[in-house]
C-alpha cells in the first residue's frame, strides 16, 4: 500500500473512533505477532510443527497428554514472557479515553489484560488458569512450573489449561458478553485474524448487520475484507501507533 493511502486510511479510522460513542475491538493471533508470539497458520505458525487434529482437539490431552503438553507447554512458555505491544497498549489506552467499550480476543496468551484493559472477553479461553482432568481443581499457571510436563494436580492428574480446545464448546457467558457488545458498537476494529474460526468471526456481521463501521488491521488480506467500511493493510502495533498519534493531535 502506498504511504499516503495508509496514512489516509488511518486519518480516517482515528476520525471515525474519535467520535463514536461506542467502539469495540476484535482481536486475533495477529495482534500478538509483535510480541513474538507466533499464529497458528501460516509461516512459522505453530501448525507447520503441530497438526491441529493431533495436538489441539478436545480428545488430544487426554489421548496422549505427553505428547500434547509438548506444543502446550512451548506456547504457554512464550507467553509467560511476552510483553504487550504498541496495539495492547493502544487498546487499553482507548478503553482508559473512554473510547473503546471491550475487546472480545481470540487470543490465549493474556496481553490485552497485561496492558491493562479491564474489559476482555476471552473468547477461546486463557492461560492465566489450569484444571485437572480427573478432578477438576484449578490452579493458577503463574504457581506452577512449566518445566517438567506434564504438569499434575496433588491428585495425580494431568493439567490442562483453560483454553478452548477444537471440538469443546465455548462459555455461554463469552458468547452472550460478545454478543452484547458486537450488536450494541457504533465501530468495530478488527486487528489480525483470518476470519474463519467461528462463532468469534461471526461477531463483525453481527456489528454490521447493526450499523457500525468496520475497520480492518492486517497486513493480509482476510475473511472479513470485502466487508470491512476501512481496510488499512499493516502491521498491528504500527498502525495502532500511527492511529493513536492521529487521535491525540
Ligand atoms: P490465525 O493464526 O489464523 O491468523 C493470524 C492473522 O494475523 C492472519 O490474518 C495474518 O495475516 C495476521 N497477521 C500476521 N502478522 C500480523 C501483524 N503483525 N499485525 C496484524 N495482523 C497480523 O489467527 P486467528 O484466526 O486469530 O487464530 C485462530 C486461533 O488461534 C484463535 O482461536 C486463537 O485463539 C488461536 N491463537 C492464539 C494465539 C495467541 O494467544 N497469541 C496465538 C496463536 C493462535
Ligand atoms: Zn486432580
Known amino acids: 500500500m502506498a504511504n499516503d493511502d495508509f496514512e ?16 469495540v475491538a476484535l482481536t486475533g493471533a495477529g495482534i500478538s505477532v509483535e510480541s513474538d508470539i507466533p499464529p ?5 505458525g505453530l501448525w ?10 478436545i480428545t488430544s490431552p487426554r489421548k496422549d497428554p505427553g505428547k500434547v503438553w509438548q506444543m502446550l507447554g512451548e506456547l504457554l512458555l512464550i507467553c509467560r514472557d511476552a510483553q504487550p505491544n504498541e496495539a495492547h497498549n493502544s487498546l487499553a489506552r482507548l478503553e482508559k479515553m473512554n473510547l473503546l467499550d471491550g475487546i472480545i480476543t481470540q487470543n490465549i496468551d493474556g496481553l490485552h ?16 488458569t489450569m484444571s485437572c482432568m480427573e478432578c477438576g481443581t484449578q490452579y493458577h499457571t503463574k504457581e506452577l512450573s512449566l518445566e517438567i510436563i506434564p504438569p499434575r494436580c496433588e491428585c495425580g492428574g494431568v493439567l490442562r489449561p483453560d483454553f ?36 468469534s468471526a461471526q461477531m463483525p456481521y453481527l456489528a454490521k448487520s ?21 481496510f488499512i493493510q499493516g502491521k ?10 492521529n487521535i491525540k493531535s
Request: glycine content about 8%; overall charge negative.
Open 164 to 199: 478452548v480446545f477444537f471440538g469443546e464448546a465455548i462459555p455461554h457467558s463469552c458468547i452472550e458478553r460478545s454478543i452484547k457488545l458486537a450488536s450494541n458498537c457504533e465501530v468495530m476494529i478488527i486487528i489480525g485474524t483470518t476470519g474463519i474460526v467461528v462463532p
Open 236 to 245: 498491528a502495533a504500527e498502525t495502532m501507533k500511527s492511529i493513536m498519534s
Open 8 to 23: 489516509k486510511l488511518v486519518r480516517e479510522a482515528a476520525r471515525i473512533i474519535a467520535s463514536s460513542q461506542s467502539s
Open 40 to 44: 497458528f497458520r501460516g509461516k512459522h
Open 113 to 128: 489484560q497485561k496492558a491493562g484493559s479491564n474489559e476482555v472477553v476471552e473468547f477461546h479461553g486463557g492461560n492465566s
Open 210 to 230: 447493526t450499523g457500525a463501521v468496520l475497520i480492518e488491521i492486517n497486513p493480509e488480506k482476510s475473511a472479513f475484507s470485502d466487508i470491512v467500511d476501512i
Open 48 to 57: 507447520e510443527r503441530y497438526d491441529p487434529e493431533e495436538y489441539a482437539h
